[in-house]
DNA sequence: ATCTTTTGCGTAACATTTACACAAACAATA
DNA sequence: TATTGTTTGTGTAAATGTTACGCAAAAGAT
């Protein structure tokens, strides 16, 4: 038992984890496999210890739930409303990551029945709030997708202009047109075209690679107004 | 006394309130009355209730130390260090706020011994990890300046054109030049100009004003991309 | 060999940004 | 009153970026 002078809130951690298949954005769920919200799913996360910061917490949750580990995870924002857990007063502090779908496999674990993908626009019905931190999670992501390279974090290391397009379309809900999206993405300057070629039904297209050092240089000498 | 059968931490809420002078950019603290860095300035913040959010605990704590209140405030992030108080584990929530300096008495009250402004570049040494706080406050700042009008907020209901360029240009260390400033800000549809005219010593400018539903609604017929 | 699909590149029209020039409207001063 | 200095509003040409297309090359499918 832990006692203090004055009360104390719970605090957790949640991961909203993003994952791209080649045609569709989804999201890593888990089933809950204990009260509340027994049976309903949830995003992965749980309490926090008191050793470790919040990132360290929700990258263990993470693994412990759905065996991803090693990945980058991004503090987004914390929802404290005061009703959110039936059980005592529990904040969470939200997090977001994208991530190469194709290349974790995921176990479920622990407290968690099951984890699976889920389309964004298939999503089964949430224990908590959950509802709402993937509906903040998704504008973030909106917002991040315009104005940061991190639609290739949910690539492969190689990758065609076909499918950075793909990402853009399905993530701002909008569509481009294709050859003036190429030019575009190749005048930015670290999208990097390899030799390799991509095999399909039509002419074999290039593969890119996202430049990392090239652009973070670009960030530090750019001009923000 | 409270009892938990898990370990809590305990939660505080800052504000990192930025106000404008005219010409400089300062930040509101107080200096801390009580122990722990008692005699240290520090952000106004403070415990945060349990019947409370953390946007309600941190108005509220702004208002008991500084008198400051009906302000907008904007969680940006939770600072989770495991020894960020000597004390005991204690997680902050901080919140932005940008505010008409001149429009909001500062009185101290409670446990801040005082409540002072400070420009920006002449902090004094800093309670807890607050240093680390408002470093991220400043990108925070620099970033949403350049993709949101936030800089209306530090301003008049009406103000004049170089007011505005001068925020800009102390926020993003930059300088501009004055005509195509001018132009750009007229030319985005919600800078209004007034009637009214500014007195000073050369030819009297244009007064002019944010109109906030123009820019909502260009937001919302805007491409993303 | 021909058709279909997909990719890469080109280009003209249009829009935006940048770097200035210049005149108007005031206060201060001679 | 006339001149000077300061600040503001507008204009404009050159450079740069965006948009809407056309077209041919390179593959698999028929």
Known sequence: M????YPHPAVTTDCVVFGFDGSNLNLLLIERG???FKGKWALPGGFMNMDETAEQGAMRELQ????IKDIYIEQFHTFTSVKRDPRERVLTIAFLAFIRQEKYEVIAGDDAAKAQWFPIDQLPELAFDHKDIITMALDKLKWKITYEPIAFRLLNKTFTMTQVQTIYEVVLGQTFDRRNFHKKMTALGYI???EMQSRGSGRPGTLFTFDED????QIENKKVF
């Not at 090239?214 to 240089?217: A, L, N, T, V």
């Open 214 to 217: 090239k652009y973070k240089e």
């Open 2 to 5: 832990y006692t203090y002078k």
């Open 192 to 194: 990097i075209p390899t």
């Open 34 to 36: 204990i009260e509340p």
């Open 64 to 67: 412990e739930e759905t065996s």
